[in-house]
């Protein structure tokens, strides 16, 4: 079962975040973390993002906006990068990024549209930064 999850979270993974982002991950792991990225592709990919709850846009919208109000910024950017994987347009995160205004704090969302300006325009210029960070 667990080799089930992690084979559908990384399915999932490569289409969220891209083949290049996962194989840098996976090039760049170590015995220190190796266990990390099993548990974050087992849970996080292969146990939530597979699903039927939610679709994988609003997925990707919550997860933007949990980043953005927790103020994890090089998760969100490679969230905010992955967006043109996951069917989320600007004008939504936008509109996320207001609602984190809202509930989570103006510091937070300034933050985050300070994120999300520079992503966009990295993107817009045609930087490959890939969707470097985290997970």
Do not use: C
């Amino acid at each position: 079962m667990a080799d089930q999850r992690y084979q559908q979270g990384m399915q999932v993974r490569r289409a969220v975040l891209g083949d290049a982002h996962v194989d840098r991950a996976q090039a760049n792991t170590t015995e220190i973390d190796a266990d990390f990225q099993q548990f974050i592709t087992e849970v996080a990919w292969g146990s939530v993002w597979t699903r039927a709850g939610l679709s994988r846009p609003r997925r990707s919208l919550l997860t933007i906006a949990m980043l953005a109000a927790l103020g994890h910024h090089d998760e969100l950017a490679m969230h905010l990068r992955a967006t043109a994987n996951t069917g989320v347009s600007r004008e939504e995160v936008k509109e996320t990024l207001l609602q984190v205004a809202v509930y989570a704090g103006v510091p937070a969302a300034n933050a985050a549209f300070a994120v999300a300006k520079r992503v966009f325009a990295e993107i817009d210029a045609g930087a490959h930064g890939g969707t470097e960070g985290g997970s």
